[in-house]
């Protein structure tokens, strides 16, 4: 496409390098050579700015608008659009994809009308060239910021909110900017006055046309470039990964711990500007670097973790131990204030989620920097995490960068989509093989294994029924796990006859909750329901 704009801009320049005095004299109009100027120039300045904005994205993780404003409309789409979306897409990768390269395409064409507009403005008008490349910059960039307002608080390598929100707006500033001055310039050196008819007019036109095209050429290569480094660092290969099989282990080795993200590219914190906040209502705020946080005394916790769209069955949920420390004891440290009856934590990466201060306060609720002997893996929130157990995934903050008390619930990420407001996990059972068919084994047992979980509040036991659920027969327990955690369990099934068998399962928790037969989709509060197993027993 590049290509093509030395020998328009070129054709251009040689048919009105003498009308374009005589335009003048007439009175000011915008000829089409104008407007196809202000278009090319406005098109090259839109690939420095894209260009200039992913570099700054690689580099020091600057958000660029492409993730804002996918995160922006996040909370305006209701659950069911979304689901919609994801259909329509393939998947949140999908979606992901189109929504940031939707939003890039989008740069480019408002950098084309912008520049159409300045050609229009600076030719008709006689406006002043560098005056309206910083009017139509400066609106711009008082539009982004005032639309993307919540959103700028992000900031991939690791700042807390407010400098992250600082950080993004300089950082728009400065790329729009680029875009500004590539326009004004790229704009006179394509429309400039000393081209006339003569042979050498023409030459240096077609000359500066070219120019023109191979700094747009230029600059597509390297955007895309840039492009193809973050793709390859995208969440699309392992966003949604579950963990399941017939092989699992009670505790889940880091590179198999299921992975849910709403990111594009996730952050990738540096302890250097790294930090964690604790702030707001509190009577003595602090800002802890890694260092100082990890000289706290530590503990560990068996946690496991499962995302509210967990269906029935899934393996979207897994454990680890952590280490770290129990949030409170941040709390504690930064003096309570009753005021602040709720905490809002907030993720490098823009998240966000918010729930009462006893739940902050209770001692399992966890500050995490190890994951199973571990630093912290990337993905699972490098370099501190929080971890809510009892309450589905979406509360346990990664990358978390600053924890403030507040006086009042503040919607989260998912929560202003519609999820919730109950996020707490009930029972659940899960059976780790498929349906299968299997000839009748007169003398042996088949054992059935699967996992049980409830929140925090521990598996009691597990029983499973051959009959889809008139009759119970209790599960071993091979794993009983603590109260946070799963449990694994088998069941020594011996059918008698040959026939088909709908086998399913339900937990009872150490409170005497029983799983509830009652089925519930995942959204808003998460799936419900039995877990079902089909096995065929031919003779
Ligand atoms: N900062 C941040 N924290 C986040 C998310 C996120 O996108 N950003 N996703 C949440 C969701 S929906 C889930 S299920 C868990 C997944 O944690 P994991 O990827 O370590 O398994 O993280 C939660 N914490
Ligand atoms: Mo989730």
Not at 54 to 60: K, N
Not at 213 to 236: D, H, I, K, P, S
Not at 252 to 271: A, E, G, L, M, W
Request: aromatic residues 10%; contains cysteine.
């Amino acid at each position: 496409m590049q290509v093509s704009h030395p020998s328009s801009a070129g054709t251009a320049n040689v048919s009105t390098g003498a009308g374009r005095d005589e335009k003048i004299h007439s009175g000011g109009r915008a000829g089409w050579v104008d407007v196809v100027a202000g278009a090319c120039a406005g098109l090259v300045g839109a690939l420095a700015m894209t260009c200039l904005l992913l570099a700054l994205r690689a580099t020091l993780g600057v958000a660029t608008p492409s993730e804002m404003v996918g995160d922006r409309l996040t909370a305006f789409i209701s659950i069911k659009q979304f689901f919609s979306l994801l259909d329509q897409f393939g998947g949140y990768s999908g979606l992901k994809q189109a929504g940031g390269g939707g939003v890039i395409a989008g740069q480019l064409v408002v950098g084309v009308l912008a520049g159409v507009l300045f050609a229009v403005l600076v030719e008709l008008r006689r406006m002043r060239a560098l005056l309206v490349a910083g009017a139509i910059v400066g609106v711009l960039w008082l539009l982004s910021v005032g639309l993307l307002w919540p959103n700028l608080a992000t900031n991939y390598g690791g700042l807390p909110p407010n400098l992250a929100r600082a950080t993004t707006a300089l950082g728009l500033l400065v790329c729009y900017a680029a875009y500004g001055v590539v326009l004004a310039g790229g704009f006179r050196l394509l429309r400039g006055r000393v081209v006339g008819t003569t042979s050498a007019g023409v030459a240096s036109a077609g000359r500066r046309a070219l120019l023109m095209g191979g700094a747009g050429a230029v600059l597509a290569v390297a955007t895309g470039a840039l492009l193809r480094q973050l793709v390859q660092r995208a969440t699309f290969s392992y966003d949604g990964t579950e963990y399941r099989g017939a092989d699992l282990q009670p505790v889940t080795p880091n590179d198999r711990f299921y992975t849910v993200t709403k990111n594009i590219v996730d952050p990738d914190p540096s302890t250097s500007v790294w930090r964690l906040e604790v702030g707001g209502l509190v009577d003595r705020p602090r800002t802890y670097d890694f260092e100082a946080l990890a000289a706290l005394p530590s503990t560990t916790q068996e946690t496991t973790l499962m995302c509210i769209s967990n269906y029935v069955g899934g393996g979207l949920m897994s454990n680890a131990q952590w280490k770290g420390l129990p949030l409170r004891d941040l709390l504690t440290a930064a003096g309570p204030q009753p005021a602040g009856t709720h905490v809002i934590f907030y993720g490098a990466d823009g998240y966000t989620v918010s729930y009462p201060i006893e739940k902050a306060m209770e001692p399992t609720t966890f500050v995490a920097y190890e994951m199973n002997g571990e630093p912290l893996p990337p993905h699972h929130g490098y370099p501190v995490r929080v971890l809510s157990p009892g309450l589905f995934g979406l509360n346990s903050v990664k990358w978390v960068t600053r924890i403030e008390r507040v006086d009042q619930h503040v919607k989260g990420f998912y929560e202003q989509q519609g999820w919730g407001p109950s996020f707490v996990i009930p029972n659940r059972s899960t059976f780790f093989v498929g349906d299968f068919q299997t000839p009748l084994m007169p003398d042996g047992s088949m054992p059935i294994r699967g996992n049980a979980f409830a929140g925090n509040r521990g598996v009691a036991s597990v029983d499973v029924s051959p009959d889809g659920g008139q009759t119970w027969l209790p599960a071993r327990i091979d794993y009983p796990g603590t109260d946070l955690t799963w449990a694994f369990w088998t069941f020594d099934w011996q059918p008698t006859r040959p026939g088909e068998y709908t086998l399913v399962a339900r937990t009872t928790d150490r409170h005497g909750g029983v799983q509830t037969s009652d089925y519930r989709d995942t959204a808003p509060e998460g799936a419900t329901g039995f877990p079902g197993l089909h096995v065929s027993v031919t003779t």
